[in-house]
């Protein structure tokens, strides 16, 4: 808590040994009202989810697994811009605390050499236009030595890539820290203030890519993010499309 320097952002923590996902323990208690910068906080997640279905595994007590609650009074079209700036805020925590030169795979992974180092999930429950709250999880590979034979080469921790064994505790401050200031300023001037940095830390940029979708594929060169935060990729033919972080894949190549 001493490393704490937010208003809100991680002021009220609950904090559990295990869970299924503490994205599904936030939804209950956003659905029973708790304020905007709840924060859940888990050692271990038996049904950690990423997206489309896919599984996060969090071994105990080795990774961060954290959920925040919000309640922004914004359009729900904006929700999904909430992975995008929790990204930024976890790699400028990240690189301030290790010099480590993590980057953001659009659109919702932190990797570090080449690897996942992190996944963000955001979910929403909206009515119309007004959004009830937002959930945002984040799963963080801090101090595991080695992964499951299935992810073994595709995921990173802090360890495993330095060594080093770090205090989740400081790494969660600092992701608030950050996290809260840049919330603050995407509420009133949107993504698109949020530009350069996504560019500067994207992974992605000026490389081959595959797109992958459930009805479509193509491969092609990522150009350009766009201000809504989209990717844009100039496909084999000359054709340049945007591409929306909804439900597809991207593989860099
Ligand atoms: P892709 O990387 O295929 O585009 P995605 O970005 O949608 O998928 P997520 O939903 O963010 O993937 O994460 C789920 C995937 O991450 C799993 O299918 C698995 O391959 C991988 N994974 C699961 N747990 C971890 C972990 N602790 N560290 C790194 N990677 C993991």
Known sequence: KDYLLTEYMGRKIFYYNSVTSTNIIAKELAENGLEEGTVIIAEEQTLG?????????????????????????????????????????????????????????????????????????????????????????????????????????????????SGINFKRKIIIAEILNEFEKNYEIFKVKGISEFLDKLKEYSVLLGKRVKVISINNSFEGEAIDIDKDGSLIVKKDNGEITKVLSGDVSVRGM
Do not use: H
Request: contains cysteine; charged residues 25%.
């Open 49 to 161: 989810k990423g997206r489309m279905g896919r599984k996060w595994s969090t071994p105990n007590g080795e990774a961060i697994a954290m959920t925040i609650i919000l309640r922004p009074e914004i359009s729900p079209f904006m929700a999904p811009s909430i992975t995008p700036i929790l990204a930024v805020s976890a790699v400028e925590a990240l690189r301030k605390l290790t010099g480590f030169d993590v980057k953001i795979k659009w659109p919702n992974d932190i990797v570090l050499d080449s690897k996942k180092l992190c996944g963000i999930l955001t979910e929403m429950n909206s009515d119309m236009d007004m959004i009830n709250y937002i959930i945002v999880g984040m799963g963080l590979n801090v101090n595991q030595e080695n992964f499951d034979d299935e992810i073994k080469e595709v995921a990173v921790s802090l360890k495993s890539f």
